[in-house]
C-alpha cells in the first residue's frame, strides 16, 4: 500500500518510520524545509513515561483562579472570540471531573507504555544516537498538601504497573543534591527510576535521514499540503503547489495545522495550541547547579533534563496564544524563576525558543481511522507528551493500518 504521511515532527516521521518498516511505500510531505521544526525542536526533553497525567483534572480547577491572575502563573489565558477556544475550555472542564481524569490517566498510561517497548524495540533492531538516557525522574513539590495528592497518586498508578517512590525532603536531596538551592521550600518529592531523558529534534532527524535512504519511501520538504482532494468517500490526492500527491491512504499527522487541513472535509478536531517555552543552557564538566536527574518543579510546572552538553528547561503553558515567538515578559518570568531555584546557573548563553503543542481538552491524542473519508487516518493531539507518546501512537495506527492484532485497545484514541 502507498501511503502518504502529512507532517515531519516526532510523530510524523515516527509514523512514516514504522509504516515503511511494516513494507509500505511511504510519502512524508511537509511544508517546512527540515523535520522537527515545530513543536518537536526545543521541548522538554523528558520520555515521561510513567508521569502522563492529563492537565485536565480536579486540581486544574483548584490551581485555575490564582494561576489566572498571577503574572507569573505557569498558565496563563488569552481569551479570544474564536469558538474553537470556547469549545476547547468548555471540553476542558468537562475533562477536570476525577472520574475522566482517572480513566485518562490509566488510558495515557497504556499508550506511554507501548511507546517506551516500541522505542526499545526499535533501538534493539537499529541502534542510534540521539543523547538518550536513563535519569529516572524527580517531581519536587513545595506545599505539603500538593505532595499528599501526589502520593494518592502514586498508589492509582502502581495499580497499572508504575514503580514510584514518595521522597521525604532530605531524601529529595540526598537523591539530587543540585536542588540544594531550593533547600527548605521543598517538602518532598515523587521519584521514577525508570524516566528517561533525550533530544527529541536529534532522533527526530535521524529517523528523517533514515527515510530518505530507503528505497521505498519518497519526501517531500518545503512542500504546503494546500487541500485533500475527496472523491466518493475517499481521499484521492494531497494537492500541492509542486502537485499532486497521490497515495492508497493518508495520514495527517501536522500538529495544530490539522484543523486546517481537516475543517473543510467537516472533520472537526479539537486541537487548541498550547503555547510553551524552552531555555537550552550550554554546561559543561564544571558548570554547577546542573541536575543529572530529570527534575520538574510541580508548583511552576518548569522541567529541568539534561542532555549531553545541554540543560534543556521548558516551562509554561500560554492558552490563546496564536503565534510562536518569544514573549520576552513570559522568558523573564522563566529566567527568574530558574535562577531562583538554581542560584549558580550561568543563563548568559541559554537559547530561548517557543513551540504551540497542539493538545486536545483530554490530553488524549486521536489515533486511528477518520470519520471524513475511509482511507484517511489521524495521529493528531499529543500536546506537551508528543515524544513521550510518538512511537507508541505510530505503532497503535501502523496495527490499525494494516489490520493486525492491537497492541494495546484503541477505543480511547478514537478521532
Known amino acids: ?34 523535520p522537527a521544526l515545530g513543536s518537536s525542536f526545543a521541548n522538554g526533553g523528558q520520555l515521561s513515561y510513567s508521569y502522563v497525567a492529563p492537565l485536565a483534572g480536579p486540581g486544574a480547577l483548584a490551581d485555575m483562579p490564582g494561576w489566572l491572575f498571577r503574572r507569573d502563573s505557569p498558565l496563563r489565558l488569552r481569551y479570544r472570540m474564536d469558538p474553537s477556544q470556547w469549545l476547547w475550555l468548555a471540553g476542558f472542564l468537562r475533562a477536570c471531573r476525577a472520574s475522566v481524569s482517572r480513566a485518562s490517566t490509566a488510558e495515557l498510561l ?17 541502534p542510534m544516537d540521539f543523547g538518550l538516557s536513563r535519569t529516572g525522574k524527580l517531581i519536587v513539590y513545595r506545599n505539603p498538601a500538593q505532595l499528599e495528592k501526589a502520593a494518592a ?10 514503580d514510584q517512590r514518595v521522597l521525604s525532603r532530605d531524601e529529595t536531596l540526598a537523591a539530587e543534591p543540585a536542588l540544594a538551592g531550593m533547600g527548605t521550600r521543598i517538602a ?14 536529534r532522533f527526530t532527524d535521524t529517523l528523517f535521514h533514515r527515510l530518505r535512504r530507503a528505497a521505498n519511501v519518497t519526501v517531500h520538504m518545503d512542500t504546503r499540503v494546500q487541500r485533500l482532494r475527496r472523491e466518493r468517500g475517499r481521499i484521492v490526492a494531497a494537492q500541492t503547489p509542486a502537485g499532486d500527491v497521490q497515495a492508497d491512504a493518508f495520514v495527517v499527522a501536522s500538529g495544530i495545522g490539522s484543523r486546517t487541513l481537516l475543517a473543510p472535509l467537516g472533520q472537526r478536531a479539537p486541537l487548541y495550541p498550547l503555547k510553551g517555552y524552552s531555555l537550552s543552557v550550554p554546561i559543561s564538566a564544571d558548570t554547577k547547579d546542573v541536575p543529572s536527574i530529570s527534575v520538574t518543579d510541580y508548583e511552576r510546572r518548569i522541567v529541568y533534563a539534561r542532555l549531553g552538553n545541554v ?7 500560554d492558552i490563546g496564544a496564536r503565534h510562536a515567538d518569544v514573549d520576552a515578559s513570559r522568558l523573564a518570568t522563566l529566567r527568574r524563576q530558574v535562577s531562583e531555584a538554581f542560584p549558580r546557573l550561568d543563563l548568559a548563553g541559554a537559547q530561548a525558543w517557543a513551540g504551540l503543542r497542539p493538545a486536545t481538552p483530554t490530553s488524549k491524542p486521536l489515533i486511528g481511522n477518520s470519520r471524513a473519508a475511509s482511507n484517511l487516518w489521524l495521529n493528531i493531539g499529543q500536546g506537551a507528551l508528543g515524544f513521550t507518546l510518538a512511537c507508541g501512537s505510530a505503532a497503535l495506527l501502523t496495527a490499525q493500518m494494516n489490520g493486525d492484532a492491537l497492541p494495546i485497545d484503541a477505543a480511547p484514541f478514537q478521532p
Open 1 to 34: 500500500m502507498r501511503v502518504c504521511v502529512i507532517g515531519a515532527g516526532v510523530v510524523g516521521v515516527t509514523t512514516a518510520y514504522l509504516l515503511s518498516r511494516a513494507g509500505h511505500e511511504v510519502a512524508l510531505v511537509d511544508e517546512q524545509a527540515q
Open 188 to 201: 518532598g518529592a515523587v521519584y521514577t527510576p525508570s524516566e528517561e531523558t533525550a533530544d527529541c529534534h
Open 110 to 126: 497504556s499508550l506511554s507504555y507501548l511507546s517506551r517497548d516500541t522505542l526499545h524495540g526499535m533501538l534493539a533492531d537499529a
Open 311 to 317: 540543560l534543556r528547561i521548558a516551562a509554561m503553558v
Open 153 to 162: 497518586l502514586v498508589r492509582y498508578q502502581a495499580a497499572h504497573g508504575t
